[in-house]
């Protein structure tokens, strides 16, 4: 029991600085590139992690249903709280960096939607005046 409980801190320690790390390690490789595909490198790993946080968690309750014990998944519930307080406090760290993703992604989103509206005739209205 011990070794497992164990082997859960260890492998969440390593996620934790594989993921840290990883995008320490995109930020400095993205500074090389120009914005745009800087952006979408970013707006990717974001998009990854949420994906993967999701996955987990749906991984973790089909155990916990499976078993039919909180205790009994294959998961422990820390490693759970573990992987979520991840999806909180990651954020915090780069927190630049995910406003300037989010925003990116926004404005990229409503200009394409915006033309696409205005292309086809369906808004008048002088912000289509503008493109």
Known sequence: MTSKIVFFILLTTLLY????????GLRTISNRFRVRNKKTLAF???LT?????????????ATQYYYGSFFAAFFPPFLVLLYFTKLI??????????LEITQWSYNNWLS??????????LWRHEKCLQL
């Open 112 to 121: 394409i939607s915006r033309h696409s509206i205005c292309y086809h005739g």
């Open 49 to 61: 992690s949420v994906l993967t946080y999701i996955v987990i968690a749906t991984y973790y309750f």
């Open 89 to 98: 406090v990651l954020p915090f760290l780069f927190k630049e960096d995910f």
């Open 17 to 24: 600085a594989i993921d840290y790390y990883s995008l320490e």
């Open 44 to 46: 990717f790993y974001w």
